[in-house]
């Protein structure tokens, strides 16, 4: 009897632990975030000198040793560009004046480097021309990898002297008769927001009508340099459109320009109607995410 009892009492004590073990609590499964990113968008990029960027990218630069060449890496999820500066045309340097991320298909970044001869003075002693013929270097980074990257050779900037046109005499208008109207004057695109002169920052929230003319309407908004920030294509309701362009701000408040245009064919822009604008920088203070909504 008092084996019973003792057998009874140990297989108690065994139970009563695994009785009171506390439930574990479901996983919490997180959706991958989406990152949208407008059509085309500027990339802020840095220069480095040439002694300071990564061995791999000095390596990468010298197997070309004496030729021009352009040519790019990723060092630690960094973005480098390399462009030589040697053998160039008498009296000219290189830089890289814009760097542009375009998105052709979805999760695909091909990234558009622009490049600019530039002239420089002949008077360059030999510690100038020593810096002049190290290769240019500049990073940037990006939220996800690069698929593909170009280069894009622009050409200088010429002031050419235009005759001044003579302007024609404005006629005077006569009586519109009764029961017709000017319809000419109604057909273009027009932007009602932002208005001429209105301090802008990310995301605008543009808006406008569109009557008589054909194609898909485009908004690019363009800094005090003439330098995309972001553009890509709005939707169409009726006769009106509007869309939120979100762009990477200034650190000043600067001039620049909202532009609403037409893609006609083989990509010819046309009805384009610009707004001046003051683009103000993120009154957050944060950093704003290419192609935020």
């Not at 021009?68 to 999820?77: D, I, K, L």
């Not at 050409?155 to 006569?174: L, R, Y």
């Not at 003319?213 to 459109?241: C, H, Q, W, Y």
């Not at 320009?257 to 203070?285: H, Q």
Request: glycine share 8%.
């Amino acid at each position: 009897m008092n084996n019973f009892f003792r057998s009874l009492c140990i297989t108690l004590l065994i139970l009563i632990p695994l009785g009171c073990t506390p439930a574990k609590k479901p996983e919490v499964q997180t959706q991958p975030k989406t990152i949208v990113v407008p059509d085309v968008s500027r990339i802020t990029f840095e220069s480095i000198d040439f002694e300071k960027s990564p061995e791999i990218v000095q390596a990468l630069a010298k197997n070309y040793q004496e030729k021009h060449f352009a040519t790019w890496t990723t060092v630690n999820g960094t973005n480098y560009i390399v462009v030589s500066r040697k053998n160039l045309p008498a009296g000219k340097d290189i830089q890289i004046t814009e760097i542009e991320r375009r998105i052709p298909a979805n999760d695909f970044d091909w990234v558009n480097v622009k490049l600019q001869y530039k002239n420089i003075l002949a008077e360059a002693n030999n510690q100038e021309k020593n810096e002049m013929e190290k290769p240019l270097v500049v990073s940037f980074t990006m939220d996800r990898p690069v698929k593909a990257l170009g280069f894009e050779i622009q050409k200088e900037k010429t002031q050419e002297t235009k005759p001044v046109p003579v302007p024609a005499p404005i006629p005077t208008p006569g009586p519109t008769p009764q029961g017709t109207t000017n319809k000419t004057a109604e057909k273009g695109i027009k932007l009602s927001m932002p208005k001429p002169g209105e301090g802008v920052t990310t995301p605008v929230k543009v808006s406008g009508t569109s009557k008589g003319v054909d194609g898909t309407i485009r908004i690019r908004i363009k800094d005090s340099n003439g330098i995309t920030l972001v553009e890509k294509p709005v939707a169409m309701n009726g006769g009106t459109f509007s869309g939120s362009m979100g762009f990477s701000p200034p650190a000043n408040p600067e001039k620049g320009t909202v532009e609403a245009f037409v893609n006609g064919e083989g990509g010819v822009e046309k009805d384009m109607v610009a707004v001046p604008v003051t683009i103000l920088p993120n009154s957050t203070n944060e950093p704003e995410p290419i192609g935020a909504p």
